[in-house]
């Protein structure tokens, strides 16, 4: 399972996603878009929106932290 977050530090919903995933044992890259311009470019490709955070499992994008499409795709 690949899966990317796309987050920035100041983000709530971004620590609780990531820690969604942590809680499961799931394994993510996880890339701060305030530091890295490439992936905010890519998120924003990937996504259509700058907000965070931006969820990508296995190409099925997710914008915001949505538990319930989280449990879809990593179940």
Avoid: H, W
Avoid at 14 to 23: E, H, I, L
Avoid at 53 to 64: A, L, M
């Amino acid at each position: 399972m690949n899966i990317t977050i796309y987050s920035t530090p100041t983000c709530p919903y971004c620590v609780m996603a990531k820690n969604y995933f942590k809680q499961k044992n799931v394994n993510f890259s996880d890339y701060d878009v305030s530091r890295n311009q490439s992936k905010a470019e890519e998120m924003i490709r990937l996504s259509g929106q700058s907000g965070v955070p931006v969820i990508n499992i296995n190409g099925n994008i997710i914008r915001g932290f949505d538990r319930q499409a989280i449990d879809r795709l990593i179940n």
